[in-house]
């Protein structure tokens, strides 16, 4: 599915970008085109008409809510950096009655039970391929830079923008800046404008899942606002591409020390309770999934955001570092493969198999990935003070041809598997935490700039650390560092490429309350970025 058409500069801008840099400033701020209309039409993508889904939805949803009081303890489980050889216990925090256990466990059972036939529901675009995030009045400021940067990497997927909240602004900026990046947005208070009784209010971790469930794509790669694209992420869905055709899931690491309570394997069937070495906490900033292959974990972790703030978020992570729906996507996806290892009648699950008569489903197979490769932070120092700006994070493809070296090294291969000539036994991930894992270092695919969010509206605040001076020089200084380490991963100055491109976006609105952001961001760049 195409929407809208790639972004066309015009000649005039083609003329001033070879002129000096001033006369290119001074074009910017007194002779950008208008951009934005005086008012436009909220632009609508409702895929899939009727809603019935949306009915099923919430209603199968409500008919399980726990009966068990919402989660109260304070107590909050360590900050712990996780490493292979980690020799700590699992916290014992959350310590429930006999009945709470019993009420969830009801029912998780409950909703696992009707799961095979509700993965059947999920509506998808077969075949489609696309790039899925959500914002809102809060960061949607964001969105410029990750749709600019997204074609910077050269990225051709189409993009949806599922709008958790809105304003007239945003409203003229999906109608008219938007689809000229290959994107849409997607207004869900509109399709669930008919629904009654009406949905309940969601706080901002519930949007992601919300967002991936609503998107007509098939296959996604989820972006939280704040992510920099660094290289080129399409190879993730090429044909015969690693780990997403023996996968359909892929899932990306966060620092910690997972914390969620035991409790929760006995909740969700009495499976193993995974040990911590396994592998670190995941992060849900990035997620890729095939909503064909992996339509029951998709509404297997909506299960746990839905009912999350009251009870799964806090027992998945007992109040540890990034509580939220982090945990809820990967959770999902194990809590699936080991219930699909027990006999139906003993409490297990049959996983629908529709999606293997597909045409794409050719040689592949599902189960999950979770990329090895730990991120690391970067920041920036300034005036004796170090700030965190993004965390790095790994090219999957790259990861998954580093580990299966790094494996066949040690002697240690993925077992043949035994369950499903069309299912991965992902459980072989869980043993490979002490392998040396030798990843091409220039192969980093993101950056998750949840440090300082790239958000130029904030240009103008200094205290939200977009900008900040070198006190004995009195110069300002670049948002990474030294650009570097910058041209020898990526290849290319990436931060003055993004300061560049998101500048002409913001000079080109034609909004009188972007005129300062424009202003600023021009001064910034002339001092900063600008050769003399």
Not at 45 to 65: G, I, K, M, T, Y
Not at 344 to 366: C, D, F, I, N, R
Request: overall charge negative.
């Amino acid at each position: 599915m195409v929407i809208g058409s790639s972004p066309n500069l015009s000649s005039l801008k083609y003329i001033a970008l070879i002129l000096p840099l001033l006369f290119t400033i001074v074009y910017f701020y007194h002779h950008r085109p208008a951009i934005l209309a005086e008012e436009s039409t909220r632009l609508r993508l409702l895929p899939h008409e009727p809603n019935d889904f949306w009915v099923e939805f919430f209603a199968r949803l409500e008919a399980v809510r726990p009966r068990s009081p919402p989660l109260t303890f304070k107590q909050e489980a360590d900050a712990l950096n996780w490493v292979p050889d980690f020799n700590r216990a699992r916290p014992e925090i959350w310590q429930p009655t006999a009945k709470d256990v019993g009420d969830l466990s009801k029912s998780h059972a409950a909703f696992i039970k009707t799961l095979p036939n509700f993965a059947r529901h999920l509506p998808y675009d077969a075949d489609t391929t696309g790039i899925v995030t959500t914002a809102g009045k809060g960061n949607f400021g964001q969105i410029i830079t990750l749709l600019v940067m997204t074609r910077q990497s050269g990225s051709k997927l189409p993009i949806q923008i599922v709008i958790d909240t809105s304003s007239v602004w945003i409203d003229n900026l999906c109608a008219n800046l938007v689809p000229h990046y290959n994107a849409a947005c997607i207004y869900l208070e509109d399709t669930w404008a008919h629904l009654d009784p009406r949905p309940p209010k969601f706080d901002r971790f519930q949007w992601k899942v919300l967002a991936m469930v609503i998107s007509t794509f098939q296959n996604i790669l989820f972006l939280d606002a704040d992510i920099i694209i660094a290289n080129n992420p399409d190879k993730i869905f090429a044909p015969d591409a690693e780990p997403f055709k023996s996968t359909g899931f892929i899932t990306w690491p966060d620092f910690w020390v997972p914390s969620g309570s035991k409790y929760f394997y006995q909740i969700a069937g009495g499976i193993p309770v995974p040990k911590l070495t396994d592998r670190a906490t995941s992060e849900s900033g990035m997620v890729v999934l095939d909503k064909a292959r992996h339509a029951d974990t998709l509404l297997l972790a909506s299960y746990y955001n839905y009912h999350g703030p009251a009870h799964y978020m806090a027992i998945l992570s007992q109040h540890g570092p990034g509580e939220g729906d982090k945990e809820t996507f990967l959770q999902a996806a194990y809590v699936l493969e080991h219930l699909a290892k027990k006999p139906v009648e003993h409490g297990g699950y049959a996983p629908p198999m529709e999606w293997t008569k597909l045409p794409s489903a050719q040689g592949q197979k599902k189960g999950f990935y979770d990329v090895k490769k730990m991120p690391t932070a970067h920041g920036r120092s300034a005036n004796g003070k170090w700030r965190g700006m993004f965390m790095k994070q790994m090219d999957p493809v790259e990861d998954w041809r580093a580990l299966q070296q790094a494996a066949k090294e040690a002697k240690h291969p993925a077992p043949a598997d035994t369950l499903s000539p069309f299912l991965f036994d992902s459980s072989w991930l869980s043993t490979v935490g002490n392998l040396t894992l030798k990843q091409d270092q220039k192969k980093i695919m993101f950056f998750h700039h949840n440090g300082v969010k790239p958000d130029f509206l904030d240009v103008v605040n200094s205290k939200t650390g977009l900008v900040e001076m070198d006190e004995e020089t009195g110069r300002l200084l670049r948002m990474w560092g030294d650009p570097k380490w910058i041209i020898e991963t990526t290849g290319r100055d990436l931060e003055k490429i993004m300061w560049l491109s998101t500048m002409e976006v913001w000079c080109r609105l034609d909004e009188e309350e972007f005129d300062d952001v424009c202003g600023r961001m021009t001064e910034i760049y002339e001092e900063v970025y600008v050769e003399k």
